[in-house]
Nanobody
Framework: QVQLVESGGGLVQAGGSLRLSCAASGRTFTGYAMGWFRQAPGKEREFVATIVWSGGTTYYADSVKGRFTISRDNAKNTVYLQMNSLRPEDTAVFYC???????????????????WGQGTQVTVSS
């Protein structure tokens, strides 16, 4: 059974940085995609970034491109989201997710992902 445990959220001032971690366990993830989504109060969950476990291809939402970086450590089975130049509008619960079929099809849709973590709160003050 796949388990995802996020950590690293917190309160930061606008312009600051945070690094989120997602520790994955339960199987090998070769060929899978790992992703980050976020959900702000009253809004739908939205795609943030994704990385293919093998090969490292990445994609980002336009809203975070140039500020956020997704990466993985295969030896630790961990995916990271480095978030720089944070803005108040980045405030949300951030979720880690796994998709078994990699980045085929419509991968930016939350319903297309198979496993989810419990989420970690990120709050950016102005």
């Amino acid at each position: 059974q796949v388990q995802l445990v996020e950590s690293g959220g917190g309160l930061v001032q606008a312009g600051g940085s945070l690094r989120l971690s997602c520790a994955a366990s339960g199987r090998t993830f070769t060929g899978y995609a790992m992703g980050w989504f976020r959900q702000a109060p009253g809004k739908e969950r939205e795609f943030v970034a994704t990385i293919v476990w093998s090969g490292g291809t990445t994609y980002y939402a336009d809203s975070v491109k140039g500020r956020f970086t997704i990466s993985r450590d295969n030896a630790k089975n961990t995916v990271y989201l480095q978030m720089n130049s944070l803005r108040p509008e980045d405030t949300a619960v951030f979720y880690c997710a796994v998709r078994r079929v990699g980045l085929t099809g419509v991968f930016k849709t939350p319903g297309a992902w198979d496993y989810w973590g419990q989420g970690t709160q990120v709050t950016v003050s102005s």
